[in-house]
């Protein structure tokens, strides 16, 4: 592959991604998340996708367009949060999920980026996260159809840990601020939350940029993740439907009573 790693448009950098794949998405509700990617993954039919990602977006936006369309066959998250959708599948038995806590999450996709194939934390001992039983999918009669196995365990200084196994997947999309044609990224603030650990993960990550930087703009003091973990980068589309940056949850201070 040559160091300029652009694409020209959203559908040409996944129009590899195969039925059944493993993805690896960026974002955290709906902040940083890369929409435009998921939008060309939605109008290309891909399905059966396991998706690992905090969360499924929302009823109406982000990987909940996938869910609703029917698209994603497994999640692996930390929180089902806003999206009904998501509640119903899973609850129904659509979807297969497994629960992780949010740290543990980050760290298997950073682990596994890293070449890392498992590691302990405390993180869940004591709990049915440790000892399996976590419904992972319901049948049709509502009982649990599967459910997640015991982990191993060790005893470091007293205290139990849990062996967590990394996280690779055969995708990762992601979204950032800046990107330069080496496929070194720049998030702003709060996006940069799951997306490095998701770009590391991926077998063959795609970027979706706000602002595509030449070679040698970048301060490299200023890059948050390194081009080596970056195979497609892809600069949005001002005016772009997709390319929207929603609120989740808007919250609104009350004026004061006699003024600000």
Excluded at 167 to 178: E, K, M, N
Excluded at 220 to 243: E, I, M, N, T, Y
Aim: charged letters at 25%; hydrophobic letters at 40%; aromatic letters at 6%.
């Amino acid at each position: 592959m040559g160091l300029d790693k652009t694409l020209g448009t959203m559908d040409e950098a996944v129009a590899d991604i195969p039925e059944g794949a493993s993805l690896a998405v960026g974002g955290f509700g709906l902040c940083g998340i890369p929409s435009a990617l998921i939008a060309a993954v939605l109008k290309r039919g891909t399905g059966g996708l396991k998706v690992v990602s905090n969360n499924c977006g929302v009823d109406d936006w982000g990987l909940g367009l996938l869910l609703r369309a029917g698209r994603i066959a497994r999640m692996t998250s930390s929180y089902v949060g806003e999206n009904k959708e998501f509640a119903r599948q899973y609850l129904s038995g659509e979807l297969e999920l497994e629960l992780v806590p949010q740290g543990t999450l980050a760290e298997r996709l950073r682990a596994g980026g890293a070449g890392i194939p498992a590691f302990y934390t405390p993180t869940g001992a004591g709990t049915q996260i440790g000892h399996g039983g976590l419904p992972w999918r319901y049948g049709p009669d509502g009982q649990v159809a599967v459910a997640s196995p015991p982990k191993e365990t060790r005893t470091f200084d007293g205290r139990e840990y849990l062996l967590e196994e990394g996280i690779r997947t055969d995708y990762a999309l992601v979204r950032a601020t800046v990107g330069d044609r080496h496929g070194n990224l720049v998030f702003h603030s709060a996006a940069r939350n799951f997306n490095p650990s998701a770009a590391m993960a991926g077998r063959v990550t795609i970027a979706e940029v706000e602002h595509l930087a030449k070679p040698g703009e970048l301060d490299p003091d200023q890059v948050h993740l390194p081009g080596v973990f970056v195979q497609r980068v892809v600069r949005l589309v001002p005016g772009d439907p997709a390319a929207e940056r929603r609120i989740e949850r808007r919250c609104v201070r009350a004026e004061r009573e006699g003024g600000a």
